[in-house]
């Protein structure tokens, strides 16, 4: 399953305990640089996020049998990645852990 965390304004620091598990258990994470970033001690595999979301679509799909985290901007669902990827991966396959507001 695809997990798709929001990050929130502040980032790490107010992320919720199940989305901090989720990444801790991870065995890929995506996310734009500032993302990223905040997570250097995260030994999976890595990819940056960029313009091109056929990428990332493409990514996740080759590694689908593994545990893959997304990480969004705000509300993932609200004009975030996480709408993006319930549509082309379905509802079913995405689980959405949103961020402090």
Same mark, same amino acid.
């Given at each position: 399953m695809l997990t798709v965390v929001g990050m929130g304004p502040a980032g790490r620091h107010l992320m919720t305990p199940a989305a901090l598990e989720a990444i801790d258990h991870a065995d890929a994470l995506a996310g734009g640089k500032r993302h990223l970033a905040q997570?250097?001690? &995260? %030994?999976? /595999?890595r990819f940056t996020l960029g313009a091109d979301i056929g990428a990332l679509l493409s990514w996740?799909?080759?590694?689908?049998?593994?545990?893959?985290?997304?990480?969004?901007?705000?509300?993932?669902?609200?004009?975030?990645?996480?709408?993006?990827?319930?549509?082309? &991966? %379905?509802? /079913?396959q995405v689980r959405i852990i949103p961020g402090a507001e």
């Open positions: 997570f250097p001690a &995260f %030994g999976g /595999e996740i799909a080759a590694r689908w049998d593994k545990g893959i985290v997304v990480l969004a901007s705000g509300d993932p669902l609200f004009y975030g990645i996480g709408t993006r990827l319930v549509a082309h &991966f %379905g509802i /079913e």
